[in-house]
């Protein structure tokens, strides 16, 4: 089993951190979901250093049942949707380098962490990525239905937005971690529009480039009912219901 290595992160892997951490945390400023904000403040990160992932899990495990899954990079479907199913989220231990400050190809800790960890510590979004999990550990060798539950994640865990007291909110791990994405959300050409699973299912997803739309939930009680409109439909004829 791999672990984080703490001691092999060097001062400059620490002021890349910070750096990022400083400057998300003020492009978030009034546009993250509330959930992200309670959960930051509640799992304890800082601008002053990598966070830890053991004590990082203790604090999810106590909260939610959740722990962080230590990896070198990206999993195929396989494995990630079956750490998901056992309440373990996979966190890159590598973070980028100056040179990558902007971009990079494969999620690094940055993205990871400070992206997906907050609104794990949220009861319903980490029930809610559970269940996901579990619906996609069932249907593992099913490619058309891994390319449908890869899109609910998409536009959801990755690049979703949700209406929050008649604003709307950032809560996608792919928004919360990159100003690249956040400016590109801002503007004004680019397409929002309601959550509906039917669109999302049928909407291409890559994240090799800057997403050409986003899609709105009304409510988070959303999240939760996709995944059982989806599980229902992968369960039961869903070939003639629901076509890429």
Do not use: C
Request: without cysteine; hydrophobic residues 45%.
């Amino acid at each position: 089993m791999l672990q984080q290595d703490y001691t092999r992160y060097t001062a400059q892997d620490q002021l890349v951190w910070k750096v990022l951490f400083d400057r998300q945390t003020a492009l978030l400023h009034k546009r993250a979901a509330s959930a992200f904000g309670q959960g930051l403040a509640k799992i304890g990160f800082h601008r002053n250093a990598i966070p830890d992932f053991q004590e990082t899990s203790a604090r999810l495990q106590k909260a939610t049942g959740w722990q962080l899954e230590p990896v070198l990079g990206m999993l195929n479907d396989a494995e990630f949707f079956g750490l998901l199913a056992q309440r373990k989220f996979p966190a890159t231990v590598w973070i980028r380098s100056m040179a990558q400050f902007d971009f990079i190809e494969e999620p690094d800790l940055f993205h990871g962490v400070f992206g997906h960890v907050p609104l794990l510590m949220d009861k319903a979004f980490a029930d809610f990525l559970h269940f996901l999990g579990h619906v996609a550990a069932q249907h593992l060798d099913d490619a058309p239905a891994l390319a449908r539950l890869e899109r609910l994640y998409g536009f959801t865990v990755q690049f979703g937005l949700v209406q929050e007291k008649g604003e709307t909110r950032l809560y996608g791990a792919g928004l919360l971690s990159s100003s690249g994405e956040i400016h590109h959300f801002l503007a004004d050409a680019t397409r929002r529009q309601p959550f509906d699973l039917a669109t999302v299912l049928h909407t291409p997803y890559s994240e090799q480039h800057l997403q050409e739309q986003y899609f709105v939930l009304n409510s988070w009680e959303q999240l939760t009912e996709s995944v059982a409109e989806l599980a229902a439909l992968l369960s039961s004829g869903w070939e003639q219901v629901v076509e890429l």
